[in-house]
């Protein structure tokens, strides 16, 4: 009896330690960077232009609302046509008050094919640009790219980067196939970098898939049964160039939903990982 006991213990301890309750959902807002796709540079360069004239009036008539600047590029656009002050204090404000944030990134670059030097520029650059404005950055996005270099952890890791945010082309997601919980992890370089790495389990544009909060529960159920063993889960919500409109759409149709065990809150990349840390300390 007492060893029955013991094995039916170990099972339940087992079960306990390996499918963790997902309590909260992070719908993270952006848009995605990729110029030719759907217009020309010019084109692309003045549609960011106007979302980011736009975008400072819908952080203040959505207080729940937060957006995730994907790449510089698209803030270098407005930048080169706005020098307001009063502008660009009240970006530092969102900043402050984690709704809005910017990502060490200047575009979703092919890093495999860069030398040493334009992939430390591609982190550096806009991180040293945003440092002019009094903004500080934590964390990187690529999204959409076909591969990494080996070395894109220790460039981050050394330019003091601590998080890193994969977002997969969702016409691959499903090839890739990740097993389980593997897309949570530290990323280690040669030179012994560590960046906190996520990999989108779906897309890059999985908070566009959900068209109800049933079918959000029904993702976070199979995500618990594969074995994520964290509490809180990331929902990247964004397409080609679409600007902040999916994520008002994420917020509207999701967040605003009232669940049964669930929090489901617009927020950034950066909450994500400082709660997921937290939740593994």
């Not at 990494?148 to 890193?164: E, H, K, Q, V, W």
Request: some cysteine.
């Amino acid at each position: 009896m007492k060893n029955r006991l013991s094995v039916l213990f170990a099972v339940v301890f087992w079960l306990t330690i390996s499918f963790a309750e997902i309590r909260e959902v992070l719908i993270i807002p952006f848009s995605h960077l990729d110029i030719g796709f759907t217009a020309t540079q010019k084109e692309v360069s003045e549609r960011y232009v106007t979302m980011f004239e736009n975008l400072l009036d819908v952080l203040e008539k959505f207080p729940d609302f937060s957006f995730t600047v994907e790449s510089f590029w698209q803030f270098q656009q407005w930048l080169k046509e706005n020098k307001s002050e009063e502008k660009i204090q009240k970006i530092r404000t969102y900043v402050q008050e984690s709704r809005l944030e910017f990502m060490a990134n200047f575009a979703n670059m092919h890093t495999g094919f860069q030398n040493a030097l334009t992939l430390h520029e591609t982190v550096a650059f806009p991180m040293r640009e945003l440092e002019k404005l009094g903004i500080k950055v934590y964390t990187c996005i690529q999204n959409d790219v076909p591969g990494f270099s080996a070395d894109f952890p220790d460039i981050l890791f050394n330019l003091g980067i601590r998080y890193l945010m994969i977002g997969l082309n969702d016409a691959y997601a499903n090839t890739l196939a990740l097993p389980g919980y593997s897309h949570v992890f530290y990323w280690e370089g040669p030179r012994g970098g560590k960046v906190l790495t996520y990999v989108t389990k779906g897309s890059y544009m999985e908070g566009m898939l959900f068209r109800s909060a049933s079918a959000l529960e029904q993702f976070v159920n199979e995500l618990e049964q594969s074995g994520y063993k964290h509490s809180v889960l990331p929902l990247l919500t964004g397409f080609v160039n679409a600007g902040y409109e999916p994520g008002v759409m994420a917020l509207i149709k999701l967040a605003r939903t009232r669940y049964e065990k669930l929090n489901v809150i617009v927020s950034t990349p950066s909450t994500f990982f400082e709660k997921l840390e937290k939740d593994n300390a």
